[in-house]
């Protein structure tokens, strides 16, 4: 029997949406810079802000309002996609869904566990403009 | 000597679940030292963001974190998260914006936390080298089989 945080669901689907939409930020951030070289004073010259402002939200040390999420976005080549689903809730439910989230697994009691990449499981997708 | 499981079964670890919806499975493995496990239960909820701003709680960051953990999630959103000087010892410091978790990685996927503490009394104390140097001497102590961790950067512990 493992040990679980004590958090209410409240909190836990708050802090894990939060938490879910500054990491896609991070990696779109980490993309774009891969891909055209913007910087972080990039952004901040293009949303007319301070740099550490940028740096701030990325972190998780400031408050994303849903204006700060579309113009982060923006200023990276980035357009939000939102989507609202009914929350899946079968009781008892313990399988695992290819549809949902895909990914490959494999445990190796010597190597450890292998993992393979994928996206974070999210309610909004950033979509590369252009 | 003993595996991951004598020692849960002899509580001087504990497992940490990750908070797993029904249709997920563990693909990495958490573990921590009991007093990790109090300071979780004690100190953490009522800890409040350090920035006023602060959108998740610190309960919520390590929520977040122990979720993205277990789950398989891709670890690069934690860039800060890093091993610590001297690489050869193997101590990873995780982070969260406002926590801090100290320990190593037994193998690849597996990680157990040995401290943790907040980013402002880390810092304001500057207790980086003290807690690095405690991982290693509780892992040190403890009857884990050998090797009892791998180095190397993200592509080998993650």
């Known amino acids: ?130 | 000597m003993a595996t991951l499981a004598t020692l849960v079964s002899s509580k001087k670890l504990v497992q940490i679940g990750g908070g797993l919806a029904k249709d997920e499975q563990p693909v990495r493995l958490l573990y921590a030292y009991p007093h990790v496990i109090e300071w979780l239960n004690d100190t953490l909820p009522a800890l409040e963001p350090f920035d006023a701003d602060g959108m998740q709680s610190p309960l919520e960051q390590v929520d977040d974190l122990f979720h993205d953990f277990v789950a398989g999630e891709d670890f690069s959103f934690y860039e800060l998260s890093h091993s610590m000087e001297p690489l050869e010892d193997g101590v990873w410091e995780l982070k969260t914006p406002d926590i801090r978790l100290f320990g190593w990685f037994y193998k690849k996927g597996i990680f157990l936390a040995a401290n943790i503490d907040t980013m402002e009394r880390v810092k304001k104390h500057n207790l980086y080298a003290g807690y690095r140097d405690d991982v290693v001497r509780r892992r040190n102590q403890l009857d884990l089989d050998a090797p009892k961790f791998v180095t190397g950067g993200y592509a080998d512990v993650l």
């Open chain 1, 1 to 130: 029997m493992s040990y679980e945080l004590k958090i209410d669901e409240k909190s836990r689907a708050a802090g894990r949406l939060i938490g879910s939409v500054r990491k896609g930020l991070i990696l779109a951030a980490i993309e774009a810079k891969k891909e055209t070289g913007i910087s972080q004073q990039d952004v901040a010259s293009q949303l007319g802000i301070n740099k550490s402002v940028v740096n701030r939200l990325l972190r998780g040390n400031a408050n994303l309002t849903l204006r700060t999420i579309a113009e982060l976005a923006w200023a990276l080549g980035y357009e939000i996609v939102f989507s609202i689903r009914k929350k899946q809730n079968k009781k008892g439910e313990n399988i695992f869904r290819e549809d949902v989230r895909p990914r490959q697994i494999q445990f190796d009691p010597i190597k450890g566990a292998q993992i393979s990449k994928r996206a974070p499981q999210a309610t909004f997708e950033l979509e590369r403009v252009g």
